[in-house]
C-alpha cells in the first residue's frame, strides 16, 4: 500500500496541471455527465425491463450498449470526478490500471456495438427475406461475440503488451499513449486498427450499401420502406453521436503518440477526454426521442402509475366512506380496505396493452 499512497501524494503534490478554475469547471462537467448519464440509461433499462414488446433484435443489442453506457456512469465517472475534486487521482497505480482497462473495454465494446447494428441494418435492407435469421437467441449471442472482441483488445496492457496509466492532467486514465516504446506503439496501432478503423469500415460499408440500395428500391418501386428508413436513420444518428464524441479524443492519442505532444496542453488534453464520456448521454436521448416504440412505452409506463395512484386514492376514499356509514370493527376495516386495493391493483395489471409487430412501430 505504500507505493500506491506515495504514487497518489506526488500526483497531487508536484503535478497539478491546470489552475483550480480548470478543476473546477472539469468537476462541474463530470457531475453533469454522470448525473444524465445515470438518470437517461437507468431509465432505457427500465423501460426495456418492464414492456417486453421492446425485446426485439435490434433492441437487445442497444440494451448491451445501454448497459454499458450506465456502467460507465456507476463504476467509471465517479473515481474521475473524486479525482477532479481532489485537483489528481488520488486512487494509486493498481486502480489506475484497473480503471483503464474497465473504461477502455467499455469503449470498445459500444463502437463494436454500433459496427455490428450498423452490419445488421445492412442485411435487412439489402436481404429483407433473411429477416428470420436474425431472432432473439442470435442476439444474444451477437453480445456474447461483442465483449469477446472487446477483451481481445483491452486484456493485452494486462499481459505486458502496452500499459494503461494517467491522462487528462492526472485526474483519469487510459491507455498510455504517451509511451513511446516499440512496445506501447505496435499494441496503440494494433488497439487502433481493431478498435476504430476496422468498425469505422464496416459502418463506411454498411450504410453506402444501405443507401445504394434504398435508392434502388426508389428508382423500382417509386417508394422505400418507411420502417427500413427510420431504423437505417436512427442507428446512424447513434453512431454519428458517437464518433462525434470520440473522435477529438482519438486525434489527441494519435498526436500525443505520433505527434509532438508538446502541442497538447493539460487543459486541451482534458476537454477531449470530457467529451468522450460525455457519449454516455447521447444514446437514450436518441432512443427515446427517435424510436416510437421507446416514446410509446414511457407513455404506457406513466400512464399505467398515473391510475395505479388515482386509483388508490379512489380505493382509500371508498373505504373511508364506508366506515363512516358503517360501524366494523377495525379489524374488518382493514381487512376491507387491503381486498379492495388488492382487486384494483389486479385490473390495473391485468389490463391489455396495445399489440403489434415490435419493428415496424418505429
Request: aromatic share 12%; net charge positive.
Amino acid at each position: 500500500m505504500g507505493p500506491l499512497t506515495n504514487f497518489s501524494n506526488e500526483i497531487l503534490k508536484n503535478e497539478l496541471l491546470m489552475s483550480h478554475s480548470s478543476y473546477v469547471f472539469a468537476t462541474v462537467v463530470l457531475f453533469l455527465i454522470g448525473f444524465f448519464g445515470f438518470f437517461l440509461n437507468i431509465l432505457v433499462i427500465i423501460l426495456m425491463l418492464k414492456d417486453k414488446q421492446l425485446w426485439t433484435p435490434l433492441n437487445i443489442i442497444i440494451f448491451n450498449l445501454v448497459c454499458g453506457d450506465f456502467s460507465v456512469s456507476i463504476l467509471g465517472n465517479p473515481w474521475t470526478l473524486i479525482s477532479a475534486i481532489s485537483h489528481g487521482w488520488i486512487w494509486g497505480t493498481t486502480m489506475c490500471v484497473i480503471y483503464g482497462f474497465f473504461m477502455s473495454l467499455l469503449g470498445i465494446s459500444s463502437i463494436t456495438g454500433l459496427s455490428v447494428l450498423a452490419f445488421e441494418r445492412f442485411l435487412i435492407v439489402s436481404r429483407p427475406f433473411q429477416r428470420h435469421c436474425m431472432n432473439r437467441k442470435n442476439a444474444c449471442f451477437i453480445v456474447i461475440g461483442i465483449w469477446f472482441y472487446a477483451l481481445c483488445l483491452t486484456v493485452p496492457p494486462l499481459l505486458g503488451w502496452g500499459k494503461y496509466g494517467i491522462e487528462a492532467a492526472n485526474i483519469s486514465c487510459s491507455v498510455n499513449w504517451e509511451d513511446r516504446s516499440s512496445n506501447a506503439a505496435s499494441y496503440i496501432m494494433y488497439l487502433f486498427f481493431f478498435g476504430l478503423i476496422l468498425p469505422l469500415i464496416v459502418i463506411v460499408y454498411s450504410y453506402v450499401h444501405i443507401i445504394i440500395t434504398m435508392r434502388m428500391k426508389k428508382m423500382q418501386m417509386g417508394q422505400v420502406c418507411r420502417v427500413e428508413a427510420k431504423i437505417a436513420y436512427i442507428v446512424l444518428v447513434m453512431i454519428l453521436a458517437f464518433l462525434i464524441a470520440w473522435t477529438p479524443y482519438a486525434i489527441m492519442a494519435l498526436l500525443v503518440q505520433f505527434g509532438d505532444p508538446s502541442i497538447i496542453t493539460p487543459s486541451t488534453g482534458v476537454l477531449p477526454a470530457l467529451i468522450a464520456k460525455s457519449s454516455i448521454c447521447y444514446n437514450p436521448i436518441i432512443y427515446v426521442g427517435l424510436n416510437s416504440q421507446f416514446r410509446q412505452s414511457m407513455k404506457r409506463l406513466l400512464r399505467k402509475q398515473s391510475i395505479g395512484v388515482h386509483s388508490t386514492y379512489e380505493t382509500y376514499g371508498l373505504a373511508e366512506s364506508k366506515y363512516m356509514s358503517q360501524t366494523n370493527t377495525p379489524e374488518r376495516k382493514v381487512i376491507s380496505r387491503m381486498r379492495e386495493i388488492e382487486n384494483v391493483e389486479m385490473k390495473i395489471e391485468t389490463s391489455p396493452g396495445k399489440n403489434g409487430c415490435c419493428e415496424p412501430n418505429i
